[in-house]
């Protein structure tokens, strides 16, 4: 088939993450045992595992049409003018928090700043980003690729680490202080030019990050549909924290009509006991799967 979109999924730590946004955005992903192409229930779509930190140089070499990576890994890989970066999806595997890349050292070290890393080692995965970094702050230092269990490195084999974080809980447990931070990463849907200029591929991707946009733009929020008597519309208003303005919909008894509205997930149980008090009812609650705008 001519039409094939070849996109690269992020292997590991978002790969489930990955696969659950791609549900809810209407494509079943399975993911065969022993196996780096995932099923994908579109004919038009090959999928292919990759690590996320290598997805970025094989994206930048036409190997991957497109593929979801972290902003990290496109600039780590020195691949940030190479690729065409088509939206940008904040999810992870932990929270919709944007992940931190930062510098850390043991709680008794001297380290306040920059500076004082002059002639200092450093551990980190992202070698070229710490090193960038260092030299754009003239200090000269000792960095080291870490394969692994980053935070255990100081005091003994590394002076101070530069590592990934959203809650910082690892460093704490591992009594490390954070010193500041270097990067700011969030996942981002990239592609390669041509195939980001190729109208076909364009459009299917296009297509593909509306529906994970919509899928995400969806999560932790429900819909409610009620009934309310015209007289009682303004104070039912009064209690809904609506997305929207809600749909108001006639019925067919002139004094009732319909409410239609968004509202977050977390708020359902507070929102229903003051909605019936205004004097809706029938009630309903729906879950959501996209909201396109």
């Known amino acids: 088939m001519d039409n094939v979109l070849k996109l690269g999924l992020p292997a590991g730590s978002l790969q489930e993450a990955t696969a659950d946004l791609f549900r809810k955005a209407g494509y079943k992903i399975t993911f065969p045992s022993r196996s780096y192409y995932p099923a994908v229930d579109d004919p038009e779509i090959h999928c292919t595992l990759i690590r996320a930190q290598e997805m970025a140089r094989y994206v930048r070499d036409g190997s991957l049409d497109c593929g979801l990576t972290g902003h990290d890994w496109v600039v780590e890989n020195g691949a940030a003018g190479d690729v065409v970066e088509l939206a940008e999806l904040v999810f992870s595997k932990v929270s919709r928090r944007p992940v931190r890349w930062v510098l850390a050292v043991p709680e008794a070290s001297p ?11 450093i551990a980190t995965e992202v070698v070229n980003i710490t090193r960038n970094w260092l030299a754009s702050r003239g200090v000269t230092a000792q960095v080291e690729f870490s394969w692994g269990a980053t935070e255990v490195k100081p005091p003994k084999l590394a002076d101070a680490i530069v ?39 364009r459009e299917k991707m296009n297509d593909l990050v509306l529906m994970l946009k919509g899928a995400m733009a969806a999560e932790g929020k429900v819909g409610l549909m009620m009934n309310v008597r015209k007289s009682d519309v303004e104070k039912v208003l009064a209690v809904l924290p609506a997305l929207q303005t809600p749909t108001e919909s006639p019925l067919a008894d002139p004094d009732w009509m319909a409410l239609n509205t968004i509202i977050s997930e977390d708020t359902v149980r507070h ?3 003051r909605l019936k008090a205004a004097g809706a009812c029938g009630i309903v609650e729906y879950p959501l799967n996209k909201i396109i705008d």
């Open 111 to 121: 380290v306040r700043g920059p500076k004082d890393l002059q002639g200092k080692r």
């Open 163 to 201: 590592e990934v974080t959203e809650t910082g809980s690892s460093l704490r447990a591992n009594n490390l202080r954070i010193v500041c931070d270097i990067l700011t990463s969030t996942p981002r849907f990239i592609a390669h030019p041509a195939a980001a200029a190729d109208p076909w591929k």
């Open 271 to 273: 929102i229903i006991p």
